[in-house]
C-alpha cells in the first residue's frame, strides 16, 4: 500500500513537498516514482528514484522537482520548487519491481491513490 500525501493549493513560483508511505512491500527493492494526471490529460512520468538511487526527470521539471527515498522510513519525496500553473495535476507516487522503465506507468505494480497540487497564476 502507498499513501501519499502534501498536495495543496499554492501560487506560482511557490514549493511543495509531497510524501509517499509505503507499506507490505519490501521497499528497498522496489524503484519508485511520481506520476501526475491533469484533467483531460494521459498520466505522465515526473520522476523516479531507483533502488540504486539514481534519479531520473521529466525535462520540464529538471531544475526544479528533487525525488529523494528514504529507505529507513519507507518514503519517498518530491520536493516541488518554483511551481508553475502548468504542475496543476493530482500526483500518484508508484512502486516497481521489474526496473524495466521507470519512466513507464506500464511497470509500476503498486499506486498510491493521488494528492492534487494546484498552482494558480
Known amino acids: 500500500q502507498l499513501q501519499a500525501s502534501g498536495g495543496g493549493l499554492v501560487q506560482a513560483g511557490a514549493s511543495l513537498t509531497l510524501s509517499c508511505v509505503a507499506s507490505?512491500?519490501?521497499?528497498?527493492?522496489?524503484?519508485m516514482g511520481w506520476f501526475r494526471q491533469a484533467p483531460g490529460k494521459e498520466r505522465e512520468f515526473v520522476a523516479a528514484?531507483?533502488?540504486?538511487?539514481?534519479?531520473f526527470y521529466k525535462d520540464s521539471v529538471k531544475g526544479r522537482f528533487t525525488i529523494s527515498r528514504d529507505n529507513a522510513k519507507n518514503t519517498v519525496y518530491l520536493q516541488m520548487n518554483s511551481l508553475k500553473p502548468e504542475d496543476t495535476a493530482v500526483y500518484y507516487c508508484?512502486?516497481?519491481?521489474?526496473?524495466?522503465?521507470?519512466?513507464?506507468?506500464?511497470?509500476?505494480?503498486?499506486w498510491g491513490q493521488g494528492t492534487q497540487v494546484t498552482v494558480s497564476s
Open positions: 528514484v531507483s533502488r540504486r538511487e539514481s534519479t
Open positions: 507490505g512491500l519490501t521497499f528497498s527493492s522496489y524503484d
Open positions: 508508484a512502486a516497481d519491481y521489474s526496473s524495466l522503465d521507470v519512466t513507464s506507468y506500464r511497470f509500476y505494480n503498486y
